[in-house]
C-alpha cells in the first residue's frame, strides 16, 4: 500500500475517533443527567416514603379512633335502650298515677258530699230538737214560772242557755266547713267602710263602752264578705275580751310591708299568755272558760280559715293582763292583675 | 171546723215545731184562726178539697201559708209548686220555714214564688218575734188588697 493511501486511511480511522470520543462525551454529558435524574427520583422516593410513614400513622391512629367512636356508640346505644325502658317504665308509673290521683279525687268528691249531707243532717235534725228544748222550757217559764222557787228558775235558765248554746256551736261549726267550700270572689274592698258597717252591726247587739280608734285604713283586695267576717269576729273579741276594763279602747291599724297588707286590731283587755298562742286558731279551742267569757271557740279558727283562702296570713301576740293585738295579711294585690281568682 | 175561716195555715211535720209555732201565732194575733196541718199531703187536700178534706168549700183561703220545707214523703218545695201551679191557690201568700238561710232550698222556694222566708232559730223567744211579725204582715198585706 502506499502512503497516501496510508494517510487516507488514518485520516478516516482519526475521523472515526473523533466521532467516537464526540459520541462518547454526549454519552457522558446524557449519562450525567441520567444521573441526576436518578438523584432526583431517589430523593423524591425518599420523600414519598417519609409521607407514606406518616400517612400511615394517621391511618393506624384513625382507625383506633373509629374504634373508640364505636365502642362509645356502643355504650350510648345500651343507654339509649336503657331511658327507653325507663321511659316506658315511667309512662306506666304516670298513667298508674294518673288513675291513682282519679280514684283519691273520686273519693274525695264523695267524701264531700257526704260532708255536705251530713252539714245538712246537723243544720236540720240536731237543730230540731233543740228548738224543742228551747221552746219548751220557755214554755214552762211563762206558764208555770209562778209555780217555781228562784233555783227552779235558775235550773230551767240553765237549760235554755245551754240550749241556745249549743245552738250557737251548730251554726258556728256549719260556718266553719262551708268556708272550705266557697269561692273567693276578689273585688277592692274599702275597709274604712267595712269597718263602720261591722261596728254598728256589733253595736246593735252588744252593749258595750269600748273607744273604737281607726282612721284611713288601706282598702284591701278580697271577699267583702268573707272580710267582713274576720272583721266582725276580731272586733267582737277585741270588744269581749277588753269589756271588763275600765276603758276599753281597741286600735285598728293597716301597713305595707313587703307586698302585702297588714292589718291590726289592738284591745287593751285580759290579753292571753304566749305559751297557749299556736291554740288561738284551733276549733273549739278557748283561753278562757265561759263563765269569764262566753264564746264557742271557732271564731278565731274562722278568720284563720278565711285568711288562709286569701293566702295571707293570720297571727296574735298578747301578754296577760296587757291586751291582745290580732294581724292578719293579705297580698297587696293590684286589681288590674287580679285574673287568678281563687277558688 | 172544715168550713170555717182559717187565717193562717201551717203546713209541718214536726210536732214541737208545729206546737211551739202555733203558740207564738197566738200570743201576737188573738183575732185569728190558725190550722195546723201535719204533713205536705193534708196540707194539699185541705187546700184543694181532695183527700181527708172532700167537700171543703176551697173558696175559703187561708191568708197566708207557712210551710215547712222538709217533710217526709210530700216536701215543702213540692206543696209549693202546687200551690203555685193552681189558679185557685196561687195568689195565697206563702212563707217557707227553713233550717238555715244559708240552704240552697230558699233560692228554690223563691223561684217557685215563696213569698218570705223564716229562719227557725234554736232560741225560741227569736223565733216568736219573726212569726208573730211575719205572720201578721202577710195578714195585714192580705187585707189591705182586698
Known amino acids: 500500500m502506499d502512503k497516501r493511501e496510508k494517510s487516507n486511511e488514518l485520516f478516516i480511522a482519526n475521523k472515526e475517533l473523533a466521532f467516537q470520543n464526540e459520541e462518547k462525551l454526549k454519552r457522558a454529558a446524557e449519562l450525567a443527567i441520567a444521573n441526576k435524574e436518578l438523584v432526583f427520583q431517589n430523593t423524591e422516593k425518599e420523600k414519598r416514603a417519609a409521607e407514606l410513614i406518616i400517612a400511615n400513622k394517621e391511618l393506624v391512629f384513625q382507625n383506633e379512633e373509629k374504634e373508640k367512636r364505636a365502642a362509645e356508640l356502643l355504650i350510648a346505644n345500651k343507654e339509649l335502650l336503657f331511658q327507653k325502658e325507663e321511659k316506658k317504665k315511667r309512662t306506666f308509673e304516670i298513667v298508674h298515677a294518673n288513675k291513682e290521683v282519679d280514684e283519691l279525687e273520686k273519693r274525695v268528691k264523695e267524701r264531700t258530699e257526704d260532708l255536705e249531707s251530713f252539714s ?45 248554746k249549743m245552738g250557737m256551736l251548730i251554726d258556728d261549726l256549719l260556718t266553719f266547713s262551708r268556708l272550705g267550700r266557697k269561692g273567693i270572689s276578689m273585688l ?3 275597709i274604712n267602710e267595712l269597718t263602720e258597717t261591722v261596728l254598728s252591726e256589733i253595736n ?46 281597741i286600735q285598728i291599724k293597716s301597713e305595707r310591708k313587703n307586698g302585702m297588707l297588714i292589718y291590726a286590731i289592738s284591745d287593751n283587755g285580759v290579753g292571753f299568755n304566749m305559751q297557749y298562742v299556736h291554740k288561738l286558731f284551733g276549733v273549739f279551742q278557748r283561753l278562757h272558760s265561759d263563765e269569764e267569757f262566753s264564746g264557742t271557740g271557732v271564731g278565731l279558727a274562722i278568720v284563720h280559715r278565711i285568711i288562709k283562702n286569701h293566702d295571707g296570713k ?26 287568678s281568682v281563687i277558688q | 171546723m172544715e168550713n170555717n175561716t182559717v187565717d193562717i195555715l201551717l203546713i209541718h211535720d214536726n210536732m214541737n215545731d208545729a206546737e211551739l ?25 185541705f187546700l184543694f178539697g181532695t183527700g181527708k ?20 214523703k210530700v216536701d215543702g218545695l213540692q206543696v209549693l209548686t202546687q200551690i203555685k201551679a193552681s189558679e185557685l191557690t196561687k195568689s195565697i201568700p206563702v212563707v217557707v220555714l227553713t233550717s238555715s238561710k244559708e240552704h240552697p232550698d230558699i233560692d228554690r222556694a223563691y223561684a217557685l214564688g215563696a213569698n218570705s222566708y223564716i229562719v227557725k232559730p234554736v232560741e225560741f223567744n227569736e223565733f216568736s218575734a219573726v212569726v208573730a211579725d211575719l205572720g201578721i204582715y202577710w195578714l195585714l198585706k192580705d187585707q189591705t188588697r182586698v
Open chain 2, 21 to 45: 209555732t202555733l203558740r207564738a201565732l197566738r200570743k201576737g194575733n188573738i183575732n185569728y184562726s190558725f190550722t195546723h196541718l201535719k204533713n205536705g199531703v193534708e196540707g194539699l187536700e
Open chain 1, 120 to 164: 245538712y243532717s246537723v243544720s236540720h235534725d240536731l237543730r230540731a230538737p233543740l228548738r224543742a228544748i228551747n221552746g219548751y222550757a220557755n214554755i214552762l217559764d211563762e206558764d208555770y214560772g209562778t209555780l217555781l222557787d228562784a233555783e227552779g228558775k235558775r235550773l230551767l235558765g240553765k237549760v235554755r242557755s245551754n240550749a241556745k
Open chain 2, 53 to 72: 178534706f172532700e167537700g171543703r168549700n176551697t173558696s175559703n183561703k187561708p191568708k197566708v201559708i207557712l210551710l215547712d220545707l222538709k217533710m217526709q
Open chain 1, 314 to 339: 293570720v297571727w296574735g301576740q298578747g301578754k296577760e293582763d296587757q291586751g291582745a293585738t290580732f294581724f292578719f295579711s293579705l297580698p297587696d294585690r293590684d286589681l288590674k292583675n287580679r285574673n
Open chain 1, 204 to 249: 246593735q247587739t252588744t252593749t258595750h263602752h269600748a273607744e273604737i280608734k281607726f282612721s284611713n285604713l288601706l282598702p284591701a283586695i278580697g271577699d267583702y264578705n268573707l272580710l267582713q267576717h274576720v272583721f266582725t269576729n276580731l272586733l267582737s273579741n277585741a270588744i269581749k275580751y277588753s269589756s271588763k276594763k275600765e276603758k276599753p279602747v
Open chain 1, 188 to 190: 277592692s274592698v274599702d
